[in-house]
């Protein structure tokens, strides 16, 4: 029932971009995407609604692809504080049963 | 207020001790969460309320006993743990809990608090 990520693991200099990539077997009502820094709670950065509607947070931008149940998190030009684990979730019966995926775990080096 | 607050952000408790862990958010959301987390691990889902009933409870042993005294408040009785429950417990909330809601409605989380079962 969790949604798959990939990759596990990416490794960028700063002002790179990458690419973190979510999938489902089940129909969405949308994606989550959160990040999570070591020894803090996850944090909210956008919701992907039905629609392909693309959101935006600062440099770091999403899509949806409902069709196909994926979800993609575009990272451009790194920052160091980009740094964490990054975690897409999923609700697909729309009763508050938001799941995770495996994370995938992203640093920035100078 | 923004927040939701966990108490105690640490707690080291033998098999035999009984320890409860608190929630409380103070944004009028209506649905409330016990995620457990291992390290490298994701948030595993445990326990959902949703207007202050359990909506969810995703088969966790019974040495866990959720409580919603009200809207604001999510307690997570400990007895008997295992040393394995050794984990960060995250409490959550969001602003809708009736049915066809949650998918739109995002996570607000609790910094959690850190258990170690000796």
């Known amino acids: 029932q969790q949604p798959v990520q990939s990759p596990q693991a990416v490794i960028l200099r700063e002002g790179e971009d990458a690419v973190i990539n979510c999938s489902s077997s089940?129909?969405?009502?949308?994606v989550h995407w959160y990040r999570q820094k070591h020894g803090e709670a996850p944090v909210f950065l956008m919701i992907?609604?039905?629609?392909?509607e693309q959101k935006g947070h600062e440099k770091i931008s999403a899509s949806f692809n409902e069709k196909k149940q994926q979800s993609s998190l575009y990272l451009t030009a790194s920052q160091l504080s980009y740094s964490g684990t990054y975690f897409c979730?999923?609700?697909?019966?729309?009763?508050?049963?938001?799941?995770f995926g495996a994370g995938t775990r992203l640093t920035v080096k100078p | 207020d923004t927040e939701v607050t966990q108490t105690p952000k640490h707690l080291v408790m033998g098999m035999t001790n009984k320890k409860s862990l608190k929630c409380e958010q103070h944004?009028?959301?209506?649905?409330m969460y016990w995620y457990k987390q291992k390290a490298k691990k994701p948030p595993e889902l445990m326990f959902v309320?949703?207007?202050?009933?359990?909506?969810i409870n995703e088969s966790v042993p019974s040495r866990f006993s959720p409580e919603c005294p009200n809207s604001s408040l999510l307690n997570l009785h400990l007895h008997a743990l295992q040393p394995e429950d050794s984990a960060l417990y995250l409490c959550?909330?969001?602003?809708?809990?009736?049915?066809?809601?949650?998918?739109?409605?995002?996570?607000?989380f609790g910094s959690g608090t850190q258990l170690s079962v000796l």
């Open positions: 959550a909330s969001s602003l809708e809990g009736g049915e066809a809601t949650g998918a739109n409605e995002k996570l607000f």
């Open positions: 089940k129909a969405l009502y949308s």
């Open positions: 992907l609604l039905k629609g392909g």
């Open positions: 979730g999923t609700d697909p019966y729309n009763n508050n049963d938001m799941r």
């Open positions: 944004m009028g959301h209506r649905a």
């Open positions: 309320y949703s207007y202050e009933k359990l909506s």
